[in-house]
């Protein structure tokens, strides 16, 4: 079976800044994938390239089978429109840092906008999966509720149920918690700690070592642009070989 995401000499760069150095890294489906490492070290740019937030410089990426960016005819390939980059980009569900939930919407309007305006859902069928997630994260109760209403953790479990609507194959997380307030960070890893353990296919940004060592398969551990280390959580976070990855850890952990 092939990888739901493959990066092959993924590089990406800021005119003279090269922000991620021939990155390769495959994850299955149902694979749960957490990236951990400094500020500055690409985690966040390889998500992004992923869900094309950023275009990549070099290499390549596959997302669901699919050459992400290009369409190939005839052996040659051909940079897709931004019609086809929308398309492509259904196959993956972003959490990010900030909320980005619409200030004017209620919670359910935020859940139902997006299957609603662009995969073309009849409203009646939207609300009655978005009351359903709603409720899957724990908030069935603030369906009516607006983000200025909710506390942080709740903003970002609706942002969650939001890209669950659209019934993606894969869900990134960029460090989802950093911008919660410590007592709010564990109705979010809950929520996240269900969908692992549905089957999701997930790819975590985070510096929640704890969360990481329970719920992945995998740890990558990332500086200056490269993976430095991979392994299964006990191998990365409690037997890293790599140097750089004793340095990290031991400074989180302090």
């Known amino acids: 079976m092939n990888p739901l995401v493959k990066a092959v000499d993924l590089r990406k760069s800021y005119g003279e800044f090269q922000a991620l150095h021939g990155i390769n890294l495959d994850?299955?489906?149902?694979?749960v994938l957490?990236?951990?490492?400094?500020?500055?070290?690409?985690?966040?740019?390889?998500?992004r390239c992923i869900n094309q937030l950023e275009t990549i410089s070099g290499g390549a990426l596959w997302v669901n089978d699919e050459l992400v960016g290009y369409r190939r005819v005839e052996n040659k390939l051909y940079p897709l429109s931004e019609k086809q980059m929308a398309r492509q980009r259904l196959a993956t569900g972003m959490v990010f840092q900030r909320f980005n939930l619409f200030p004017h919407m209620t919670a359910l309007e935020n859940v139902i906008e997006g299957p609603v305006q662009v995969l073309k859902k009849k409203k009646s069928e939207a609300?009655?999966?978005?009351?359903?997630?709603?409720?899957?994260?724990?908030?069935?109760?603030?369906?009516?509720?607006?983000?200025v209403e909710l506390s942080g953790g709740q903003q970002q479990r609706v942002a969650i149920a939001r890209a669950l609507a659209m019934h993606p194959q894969?869900?990134?997380?960029?460090?989802?918690?950093?911008?919660?307030?410590?007592?709010?960070?564990?109705?979010?890893?809950?929520?996240?700690?269900?969908?692992?353990?549905s089957g999701m296919t997930m790819i975590v940004v985070t510096h929640e070592l704890g969360f990481a060592r329970?719920?992945?398969?995998?740890?990558?551990?990332?500086?200056?642009?490269?993976?430095?280390?991979?392994?299964?959580?006990?191998?990365?976070?409690?037997r890293p070989q790599q140097q750089r990855t004793q340095e990290f850890i031991s400074a989180v952990l302090s």
């Open 170 to 197: 894969l869900m990134l997380f960029d460090e989802p918690t950093s911008a919660l307030d410590p007592e709010l960070v564990g109705e979010v890893l809950s929520v996240m700690r269900d969908l692992a353990k």
């Open 27 to 31: 994850v299955a489906k149902g694979e």
């Open 34 to 47: 957490c990236i951990i490492g400094p500020s500055g070290s690409g985690k966040s740019t390889f998500l």
């Open 214 to 238: 329970e719920v992945a398969n995998r740890v990558v551990f990332m500086d200056q642009g490269k993976v430095v280390e991979t392994g299964t959580p006990e191998q990365v976070l409690s």
């Open 127 to 147: 609300v009655e999966e978005a009351r359903a997630l709603l409720t899957r994260v724990g908030l069935g109760h603030k369906c009516d509720a607006f983000p």
